[in-house]
């Protein structure tokens, strides 16, 4: 890389997240009128990484090879490019992950550019706008906290719902209306960023809590904890209300992928300890042969589908051949619970009140320095109350 390149990355970085739009390729076809690599420009390529070469292959339409050595990292400049199948202009950066054996896309970008396809794909764009306000404050502190936490990932969020989701054509395909009001919730909110103390607020949100917030360590663990609360802002009667059966046999399966281990059939199914919230933390399968086995609801959200089994507030019932699982609320129920914030903002709250509800530990504040701070965050110099 030329001294020139690495100024302009270095100093560029600084004021970017590094999104990760792609991963798992084994390779990648990037098409426009002008690619600049660092060997010269070209048109249409695909490139591949070759691990027992320990370099990238850059194959262009007629297959002339260009092959480089940079080490785990490829980067390109290109206006207007096609790269598999989305639009994008810009620089990017390809990373040879190892532990994975394929390639990761990663996309350089402006932190409100970022959420302009991330609020829409996040919450309705129809929605009240301080609403949505408090989820781009919601998005923003989510992105940096990321970025404030990772020190063993190449990039600070993923574009799934691993992290947020982030879809530009949400954003594109909205009529002229509801595009400027997803500009001003992000610009009527452009500085600001939630805080404990000098640490930038872990701001996990989700669909509907259910009736009652969860603390994040009952969910992940997580080394933020702060207790769940009573939300009596969604509680929209039936409409949370959601049910799910799976038959028993199907549920032995579902414990025997998650655990690896085959014990055969369940003969009961017993609800263990709840959280505050009300929420499920585990359940206990009595099996045929005797054996007794606790199972996490978290571990059997996942296992089951986290579009089958909503959320863990619920009960079971166990019926001859199937178990039910009856429930309310939607998503893990840590921090910001959208469908509670759309009626706050329905009542004429702000959105600072909405984010005051959910986060009671956290102060929201203007982040004036943004360079300056992002540089922080990335190199983890923040200082820490
Ligand atoms: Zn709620």
């Not at 404030?148 to 594109?172: A, L, P, Y």
């Amino acid at each position: 890389m030329s001294l020139f390149l690495s100024l302009l990355v270095s100093i560029s970085m600084a004021q970017e997240i590094r999104l990760r739009l792609l991963h798992h390729q084994k390779s990648i076809p990037v098409l426009a009128e002008n690619i600049q690599l660092s060997e010269g420009t070209a048109q249409a390529l695909t490139i591949t990484y070759s691990e027992p070469q320990k370099k990238w292959l850059v194959l262009n339409q007629k297959n002339n090879g260009l092959s480089t050595e940079a080490a785990k990292t490829l980067e390109l400049k290109a206006e207007n490019a096609i790269i598999h199948g989305r639009k994008l202009s810009g620089k990017f950066k390809l990373v040879w992950n190892e532990k994975n054996k394929s390639i990761d896309l990663i996309y350089p970008m402006d932190i409100d550019k970022y959420l302009l396809g991330v609020l829409p794909a996040e919450m309705p764009a129809s929605w009240p706008l301080e609403a949505l306000k408090a989820q781009a404050v919601a998005s923003r502190s989510y992105v940096l906290a990321q970025m404030q936490g990772q020190t063993h990932r190449h990039f600070d969020v993923d574009s799934s719902v691993m992290d947020q989701v982030f879809n530009k054509k949400k954003f594109e395909v909205l009529p002229a209306n509801l595009k400027e009001k997803i500009r001003a919730a992000i610009l009527q909110t452009q500085k600001e960023v939630l805080f404990k103390g000098n640490r930038v607020y872990k701001t996990y949100f989700h669909a509907r809590c259910g009736g009652h917030t969860e603390n994040p360590k009952l969910v992940w663990n997580d080394s933020w904890s702060w207790n769940g609360k009573k939300d009596p802002y969604c509680d929209l009667g039936n409409a949370q209300n959601w049910a799910y059966s799976i038959s028993i046999d199907s549920l032995a399966q579902a414990y025997a992928d998650d655990t690896n281990e085959n014990i055969g059939t369940i003969t009961k199914i017993v609800a263990g300890k709840k959280t505050n919230s009300g929420r499920s933390d585990h359940i206990f399968l009595f099996f045929e042969d005797g054996r007794i086995r606790k199972w996490s609801s978290q571990n059997l959200r996942k296992s089951i589908g986290f579009s089958n089994i909503k959320s863990t507030l619920f009960n079971i019932v166990l019926n001859k051949e199937t178990v039910s699982f009856r429930g309310k609320g939607f998503g893990h129920g840590v921090g910001l619970c959208q469908f509670g914030s759309r009626q706050m903002a329905s009542l004429g709250k702000k959105h600072s009140e909405i984010l005051e509800f959910y986060y009671p530990d956290a102060q929201l504040r203007s982040v004036f320095q943004w360079p300056a701070f992002l540089a922080k965050l990335q190199e983890k110099t923040l200082q820490v109350k």
